[in-house]
């Protein structure tokens, strides 16, 4: 959800002129769908989840974002609004740069524009997949191992365990199933031994079988 530089250099040797440092408390909105596109942050500490709603107006998550990753990227669009919501998991800082700074970031990384637009792609067309009430083929198991297997790569430890503050609610959510499902399927993994839970933390024991669950 979003895109993190490799190796990135400090933000003020790309962004011409001064960008802002701002702050978010847990539960609070970074920015908010339907409101209009005037530009991206950049998080520098803490998590936060992508958020859409369906037509009855309950809440989807659709990503999840750590330190380094770009959101908002609906400013690249121009006179563009925030097709999605993004709410803080924990407290956590993020630099802001208007479209004008954004413009100067791309100016010396042009093949970070294709990059983001294309992270912007897949977002979408999660929120058009909700929006328009597209059906998932996927079994329960699949979409959970998908999510499970889309966190392991990005935020897991050396121990396997998902370094994410994320409630197991919240991952119930991201798959599209309920709790119930959830807690059914979690439980039967971690007696085939795939996964466990240690300290509220979910450590993935067995990757490759994640994999071959979620095909």
Not at 22 to 44: M, S
Not at 71 to 91: F, K, N, P, Q, W
Not at 92 to 97: D, V
Not at 126 to 151: F, H, M, N, P, Y
Request: charged residues 25%; proline residues 2%; contains cysteine.
């Amino acid at each position: 959800m979003g895109y993190a530089l490799e190796n990135p250099r400090p933000l003020n040797y790309y962004a011409r002129g001064r960008y802002t440092i701002h702050y978010f408390d847990a539960g609070e909105y970074l920015i908010k769908e339907c409101t209009r596109a005037e530009g991206i942050y950049r998080i520098r500490s803490g998590m936060a989840k992508v958020v859409c709603e369906d037509k009855e107006g309950k809440q989807h998550i659709i990503g999840i974002l750590g330190a380094g990753d770009f959101i908002g990227m609906e400013a690249l669009l121009g006179d563009a609004c925030y097709r999605m919501s993004v709410i803080a998991l924990e407290d956590l800082s993020a630099y802001y740069l208007t479209q004008e700074q954004m413009k100067a970031l791309l100016d010396v990384r042009p093949s970070l524009y294709g990059v983001l637009l294309d992270r912007l792609h897949q977002l979408l067309a999660r929120v058009d997949a909700i929006e328009l009430e597209g059906k998932d083929s996927r079994t329960s198991g699949q979409r959970l191992a998908s999510v499970i297997l889309e966190l392991y790569e990005r935020f897991a430890e050396e121990n396997g365990c998902l370094d994410v503050d994320v409630s197991q609610s919240d991952l119930a959510n991201f798959a599209g199933i309920s709790r119930q499902t959830f807690y059914r399927i979690i439980n039967r993994w971690k007696e085939a031994g795939i996964l466990d839970i240690k300290n509220h933390q979910l450590c993935i024991k067995a990757p490759e079988r994640l994999e071959q669950l979620a095909t």
